[in-house]
């Protein structure tokens, strides 16, 4: 199972498309979609190419892509309102093929310390993944503090805190410590 992961994409029209491009030549399975979709926020500068209006069919398209899209997910602020896919909730699980847990969420209510995101991870099984958004850095790392537990932040498809523009690859059936990837998008 090949799964896409990205949050914080802000409004921006410019790093939305570049973000459907990378849909389109990764071709994943399942496509998560980690929050901050539409709205800049109050503490962040308005990102490259502010247009909610022109995010909404974008991601929308992703939705209606047919079986390789057909379950996506997305924790996202204001945005159940444009789409039928948004899930308003604080968390979900996605267990791949082999049987691991990927907990995902965006960040504000979960997440696993690193970077000034929230500390606190709900007990999942020795070999499960938290996957959050909402601090713009990218992390792959173990979780010192819960052995077994690997963290993976995508970074911010938008406005990065770390300098670089990226989503994130996950790929079922390698070992954890190398099953998750950032992938840098680059400006046209």
Not at 99 to 115: D, E, K, N, S, Y
Request: glycine share 10%.
């Amino acid at each position: 199972m090949k799964v896409l992961i990205a949050s914080d994409i802000h409004g921006s029209a410019y790093w939305a498309e570049r973000l459907v491009r990378a849909v389109e030549a990764e071709q994943p399975d399942r496509i998560v979609l980690l929050g901050d979709l539409l709205y800049h926020g109050p503490r962040n500068d308005l990102p490259r190419e502010y247009d909610p209006k022109r995010v909404i069919p974008l991601l929308n398209g992703l939705a209606d892509g047919g079986n390789l899209l057909a379950d996506n997910l997305s924790f996202s602020d204001t945005s159940a309102s444009i789409s039928s896919w948004i899930c308003m909730a604080d968390y979900a699980e996605l267990v791949d093929d082999g049987g691991r847990t990927l907990f995902l969420t965006h960040g504000h209510v979960f997440g696993a310390g690193f970077h000034n995101s929230v500390d606190n991870i709900p007990a999942l099984a020795e070999g499960s993944a938290v996957v959050y958004g909402h601090t713009h850095v990218k992390v792959n790392e173990a979780v010192g503090a819960r052995p077994g537990i690997w963290a993976f932040d995508p970074g911010s498809v938008s406005i990065p805190k770390d300098g670089s523009h990226s989503y994130g690859i996950y790929e079922s059936g390698e070992v954890l410590e190398s099953a998750f990837r950032h992938v840098v998008l680059e400006e046209a």
